[in-house]
C-alpha cells in the first residue's frame, strides 16, 4: 500500500513578540501541514539569521514561507489596520517575487472584511521610516516599507526554491505616524487585524499542496 507524502510545511515569520502573540493565539487546526510561528527579532540581519537557521532544520525541508507583521504604509489614504500584500520584496541584494498574491486578496477580504487591501512591491529598511524618507521610498514605486519581509524571502529562496509571500498590516502612515507600536489605537487595530488573518494564510498554503494542470 503506498502512502501519501507529508505535507509541506508552512513557516510563518515575524520580527516582534506582539506580532508572534497574535499570531500564536489562534488555533492551527484548520491548517494543511505543520505550521511553525518563527521570530525572527528586529531587522533585517536577525530576520536573516534566524529565517537560514531555522530553514536549515530538515523538518522544513520545502517549507513555504509568509513573512508577516506590522509595517508602514507609504501612500497617503493608507490608514492603521489596511493589510498589504506584496507583489514582490525589495532588498539592497536582490528582489524577491512573491506567489499567489490574487489568492491573498480574496481570502484577506473574506477573512476581514471591510479592510483596504493594498498590493504593490514591498520595500525593506534598516530603520524606522519617519517624514521624508517615506515619500522618497513611494517614489520608487513602493507602497509599504518594513525591515523584516525583505530579508526573510531573500534568504528563504536562497535556502532552496519555495513559493514565497509577505503580508503585512499598516501600523502607521503618511497621516497617521506612530510613536511606538501597541500604545495607541493604530497599533491595537493592527494587532487585532493580524490576529485574523490566519485562514488566510493557511488557505495560501493549501493552494500551494493542489496538483497543477
Given at each position: 500500500?503506498?502512502?501519501?507524502?507529508?505535507?509541506?510545511?508552512?513557516?510563518?515569520?515575524?520580527?516582534?513578540?506582539?506580532?508572534?502573540?497574535?499570531?500564536?493565539?489562534?488555533?492551527?487546526?484548520?491548517?494543511?501541514?505543520?505550521?511553525?510561528?518563527?521570530r525572527t527579532g528586529m531587522g533585517p540581519e536577525a530576520a536573516e539569521a534566524s529565517t537560514t537557521r531555522v530553514l536549515a532544520q530538515p523538518e522544513l525541508a520545502g517549507?513555504?514561507?509568509?513573512?508577516?507583521?506590522?509595517?508602514?504604509?507609504?501612500?497617503?489614504?493608507?490608514?492603521?489596520?489596511?493589510?498589504?500584500?506584496?507583489?514582490?520584496?525589495?532588498?539592497?541584494?536582490?528582489?524577491?517575487?512573491?506567489?499567489?498574491?490574487?489568492?491573498?486578496?480574496?481570502?484577506?477580504?473574506?477573512?476581514?472584511?471591510?479592510?483596504?487591501?493594498?498590493?504593490?512591491?514591498?520595500?525593506?529598511?534598516?530603520?524606522?521610516?519617519?517624514?521624508?524618507?517615506?515619500?522618497?521610498?513611494?517614489?520608487?514605486?513602493?507602497?509599504?516599507?518594513?525591515?523584516?519581509?525583505?530579508?526573510?524571502?531573500?534568504?528563504?529562496?536562497?535556502?532552496?526554491?519555495?513559493?514565497?509571500?509577505?503580508?503585512?498590516?499598516?501600523?502607521?502612515?503618511?497621516?497617521?505616524?506612530?510613536?511606538?507600536?501597541?500604545?495607541?489605537?493604530?497599533?491595537?487595530?493592527?494587532?487585532?487585524?493580524?490576529?485574523?488573518?490566519?485562514?488566510?494564510?493557511?488557505?495560501?498554503?493549501?493552494?500551494?499542496?493542489?496538483?497543477?494542470?
Amino acid at each position: 500500500m503506498s502512502t501519501q507524502p507529508a505535507p509541506a510545511p508552512l513557516l510563518i515569520a515575524c520580527a516582534l513578540g506582539i506580532e508572534s502573540l497574535a499570531l500564536r493565539s489562534r488555533d492551527h487546526r484548520g491548517a494543511d501541514g505543520p505550521v511553525t510561528v518563527l521570530r525572527t527579532g528586529m531587522g533585517p540581519e536577525a530576520a536573516e539569521a534566524s529565517t537560514t537557521r531555522v530553514l536549515a532544520q530538515p523538518e522544513l525541508a520545502g517549507a513555504a514561507v509568509l513573512a508577516t507583521g506590522f509595517c508602514a504604509g507609504l501612500a497617503p489614504g493608507m490608514h492603521p489596520g489596511d493589510l498589504v500584500v506584496a507583489e514582490e520584496t525589495r532588498h539592497s541584494r536582490g528582489n524577491v517575487p512573491c506567489v499567489g498574491t490574487d489568492l491573498l486578496v480574496k481570502e484577506l477580504m473574506r477573512a476581514v472584511p471591510g479592510r483596504t487591501v493594498h498590493t504593490g512591491p514591498l520595500t525593506g529598511s534598516d530603520h524606522v521610516i519617519r517624514g521624508h524618507e517615506r515619500s522618497e521610498l513611494l517614489a520608487t514605486g513602493a507602497i509599504a516599507v518594513d525591515m523584516e519581509s525583505a530579508a526573510t524571502l531573500l534568504s528563504a529562496v536562497r535556502t532552496g526554491e519555495r513559493p514565497v509571500a509577505a503580508v503585512r498590516v499598516v501600523v502607521d502612515a503618511p497621516e497617521h505616524e506612530l510613536v511606538r507600536i501597541g500604545t495607541v489605537r493604530g497599533g491595537i487595530s493592527a494587532f487585532r487585524v493580524l490576529r485574523s488573518v490566519l485562514p488566510a494564510f493557511f488557505e495560501w498554503h493549501r493552494s500551494l499542496l493542489l496538483p497543477r494542470r
